[in-house]
């Protein structure tokens, strides 16, 4: 969400956080939002959902090659963590993101050339 308003086309990311002793933290997943701004995240195979346990939630801005005319007026980065959640084993597992404004007006990173 971008100022009460659902983002399509963006990618979610979300990235498991190592706990206790564990050195290692998971394989991250992925997913693009839809019209409505809803995605339902893949890891391992299509929409089967994160890894259990903590993650930190990153949203990215589309390619632009893909998306040319994509504009959002919030901060869209890869590097930057939206939030951190917890995916349960008994779920629902259902997280609203609620992105921040931008605060100047330098261009949003997109991937691409």
Known sequence: MCDGRPVANVTVIFEPIASGNSALSGKQAL????????????????????????HRVRVAAPDRDSYPDFKCD???????????????SNGPNRFELSLAKRTSNRPIRTGGR
């Open 74 to 88: 919030c901060e869209l980065n890869s590097e930057a963590d939206v939030t951190q959640v917890e995916v349960t």
């Open 31 to 54: 997913a693009e939002t839809d019209a409505q701004g809803e995605f339902q995240l893949s890891t391992y195979s299509t929409r089967d959902g994160a890894v259990v346990g903590k």
